[in-house]
Each structure stands twice: as structure tokens, then as C-alpha cells.
């Protein structure tokens, strides 16, 4: 199974400030996602990334998010300005063979 | 559209006992449904997964689903429960309509063993 690594594992951070996370597949990749874990929700969809492009985006994924690889090896999200209502569990997923794909373990997000 | 729904929140068990844990999708193509695990603060690890092949699919930890066509469901199952199988579980769907097939997910149900 392909390993992901995702960091920071905790990101506490005051309402309107940025966030980065980052996302380190631990081989070669060129399909990334981004999926949230609202506590006591569902996990959700936000972005999937393609050879340095996003290939497609939830209604979630408003202005405020980004993500880039900035060099060809950490995948990023970024949200620009945080909102209380952005706390949630962030995961980063890259694609199997058979259209499965394997998590990192995850950063929660505490906006305060 | 496309969708999975896990008909329970919570499933109970006593160790020893077998588990069942139900999903059924919504789908306009030949679907392909997973079952992820996600213990206490950890991330998200797949369980097994179907993709059209057989229809009864074994995955890991004794874990096994069968894809029912006829009643559109995907339910998981183990024979014998076990104290470490206590987690949330999620089935999944992988939407072949998207560009990259992004994942939807069920709501999740939590397995609690009892000893």
C-alpha cells in the first residue's frame, strides 16, 4: 500500500490567518486529493489535482482554498483566510490501481 | 445520482459474535464501492474493495463485503468480531463520472465490541 505523509499532524490557528498543509507521498505521484472530516460529519471531497492541475473541485472549494505543488514533491493546500467553520480533520489521497485510493493520516485543523 | 448510504450509526456487538454492517449505493454506471476503517485518531485505511470483478470480496482482518447487484447493497461482514475491529467504518464510492473519480462517502458507522 503507497505511504503518504501529511503534516502537521495539529495546526491551531486564529481566524483569519493562513494555513498550509502539506501532503509527502512517499513515491511518485501524479494524482492528489484533498478531503475534510468535519468532527461528526461525513468525509468530504474538495479538490483532486492532476500533473501540476487542479481536475476538479467540490463546492467547497471556494476562493479561499489553493493547492499546488510547489516542488514536484510536497502537495499543498492552503487556505488563504480561515474561518471557525474550517476546523476539521484534513486528508491528503493519492490514487491505486483500481480506482481505491490510500489517506494520509490526516491534520486536524483548530481555528479559533 | 451517484451515493452510498449506511443504514446504521451505530452497530453493537459482543466479541466472538459476527458483524454486519450494511451500505447500499445509488449508481447510473458499474459501480465501484470500497469499505474504508478509521480507528480512534488515525487516518483512513482501506478495508477491501470491489471493482467488478468477483462479487464476493475478502479483504483484510478477516473482513469480507458482497456486491449484490440485484439489491444494490454492499454490506461488510466478519464471521467473529474482535476488540481491535472497534472503529468507524465508511463505505465508499468511487464515481466514474467524474474526471478523476473522486470518492463519495457514507455517513459512517461506528462498531462498538463489547467483551
Known amino acids: 500500500e503507497p505511504e503518504v505523509t501529511q503534516t502537521p499532524s495539529h495546526q491551531v490557528t486564529q481566524m483569519g490567518q493562513e494555513v498550509i498543509l502539506r501532503c509527502v507521498p512517499i513515491?511518485?505521484?501524479?494524482?492528489f486529493y484533498w478531503y475534510r472530516q468535519i468532527l461528526g460529519q461525513k468525509v468530504e471531497f474538495l479538490v483532486s489535482f492532476y500533473n501540476n492541475e487542479i481536475s476538479e473541485k467540490s463546492e467547497i472549494f471556494d476562493d479561499q482554498f489553493s493547492v499546488e505543488r510547489p516542488d514536484g514533491s510536497n502537495f499543498t493546500l492552503k487556505i488563504r483566510s480561515t474561518k471557525l467553520e474550517d476546523s476539521a480533520m484534513y486528508f491528503c489521497a493519492i490514487s491505486g490501481t483500481n480506482n481505491e485510493q490510500f489517506f494520509g493520516p490526516g491534520t486536524r485543523l483548530t481555528v479559533l | 445520482a451517484q451515493s452510498v448510504t449506511q443504514l446504521d450509526s451505530h452497530v453493537s456487538v459482543s466479541e466472538g459474535t459476527p458483524v454486519l454492517l450494511r451500505c447500499n449505493y445509488s449508481?447510473?454506471?458499474?459501480?465501484?464501492l470500497f469499505w474504508y476503517v478509521q480507528h480512534p485518531n488515525k487516518g483512513l485505511q482501506l478495508l477491501l474493495k470491489?471493482?467488478?470483478?468477483?462479487?464476493l470480496v475478502k479483504g483484510i482482518n478477516g473482513f469480507e463485503a458482497e456486491f449484490k447487484k440485484s439489491e444494490t447493497s454492499f454490506h461488510l461482514t466478519k464471521p467473529s468480531a474482535h476488540m481491535s475491529d472497534a472503529a468507524e467504518y465508511f463505505c465508499v464510492f468511487f464515481d466514474r463520472g467524474s474526471t478523476l473519480g473522486r470518492l463519495y462517502f457514507g455517513r459512517g458507522t461506528q462498531l462498538t465490541v463489547w467483551p
Open positions: 513515491s511518485n505521484h501524479l494524482y
Open positions: 449508481s447510473s454506471y458499474s459501480p465501484s
Open positions: 470491489y471493482t467488478s470483478a468477483a462479487t
